[in-house]
């Protein structure tokens, strides 16, 4: 079942020295800025907690892993301040992640596009079923994935981050993003990949707590101007998204 809140809904259970942070919206488990909020804080609390070595982040139902930042408050977004607020929203999640003290296990059973790949991008490993197609559409609407680049760069390169970007109308499947480094591993069903997500979380579980803080930092280092790096490029977008062209793409999408 997804959730049929308008606000979105997040929950987290912890068992084992796991926590599976859920997410979920009924447009395509998509972010308003309250449910990015949300999850950013939720990110930080679970970080500090002792009885917590490893995050599973995974959102609700069937379909699609997470459709990105609401449409409706992007098309309702009339000057610069709003706009670098709207998209400053991804960038505190990512931040959240990068700096969070346990490693997140990103479990994706459905299509991904926009923010929502750069979610899975600031996973430290990611399990992913042959549905979770994704694609970065930003282009379209005349902006561009600037706020999440530095994440996807990260996993997949220049090259990987230019041919996704470039090529914004094309979905890219899951063995091209496994075989780019977003993904760790495919699985055929969603049964399969909760089956592997939950025993790997329980493995690193098992592991030294400090070991697993340390290597967390060692595998983030060199990310550490993104607080300022990410809201300069949510600037970038607060200024695009007030542009003649995507105004004119957006009422297009409206219609």
């Known amino acids: 079942m997804t959730t049929q809140h308008t606000e979105g809904s997040l929950y987290t259970n912890i068992v084992n020295r796991i926590a599976t942070i859920e997410f979920g919206h009924p447009a395509s488990n998509s972010f308003p800025s309250t449910l990015l909020d949300r999850l950013t804080k939720e990110l930080q609390r679970v970080s500090t907690l002792d009885e917590v070595s490893v995050i599973i982040l995974k959102s609700e139902g069937e379909k699609a892993f997470c459709a990105g930042a609401s449409f409706e408050e992007l098309v309702a977004i009339d000057n610069f301040e709003d706009g670098k607020k709207f998209f400053s929203g991804f960038a505190n999640v990512i931040n959240a992640m990068r700096t969070c003290s346990k490693l997140i296990i990103g479990s994706v059973q459905g299509?991904?596009?926009?923010?929502?790949?750069?979610?899975?991008?600031?996973?430290?490993?990611?399990?992913?079923?042959?549905?979770?197609s994704i694609k970065l559409s930003e282009f379209t609407i005349g902006i561009g994935p600037f706020v999440i680049a530095p994440a996807v760069e990260r996993k997949i390169g220049v090259a990987g981050l230019a041919e996704l970007t470039l090529a914004a109308t094309e979905w890219k499947n899951a063995y091209w993003a496994k075989e780019k480094g977003l993904f760790s591993k495919v699985l055929e069903t969603k049964n399969e990949l909760?089956?592997?997500?939950?025993?790997?979380?329980?493995?690193?579980?098992?592991?030294?707590?400090?070991?697993?803080?340390?290597?967390?930092?060692?595998?983030?280092?060199?990310?550490?101007?993104?607080?300022?790096?990410?809201?300069?490029?949510?600037?970038?977008?607060?200024?695009?998204?007030?542009s003649e062209f995507t105004k004119k793409a957006l009422s297009k999408f409206k219609k």
């Open 111 to 132: 299509k991904a596009v926009g923010g929502g790949v750069g979610l899975i991008a600031a996973c430290d490993y990611v399990l992913a079923t042959e549905a979770a």
């Open 194 to 242: 909760t089956k592997e997500t939950e025993f790997l979380a329980e493995k690193l579980a098992s592991y030294n707590p400090d070991a697993i803080t340390e290597m967390k930092k060692a595998l983030w280092k060199g990310t550490e101007n993104w607080n300022s790096l990410l809201l300069e490029r949510a600037e970038i977008t607060g200024k695009l998204v007030l």
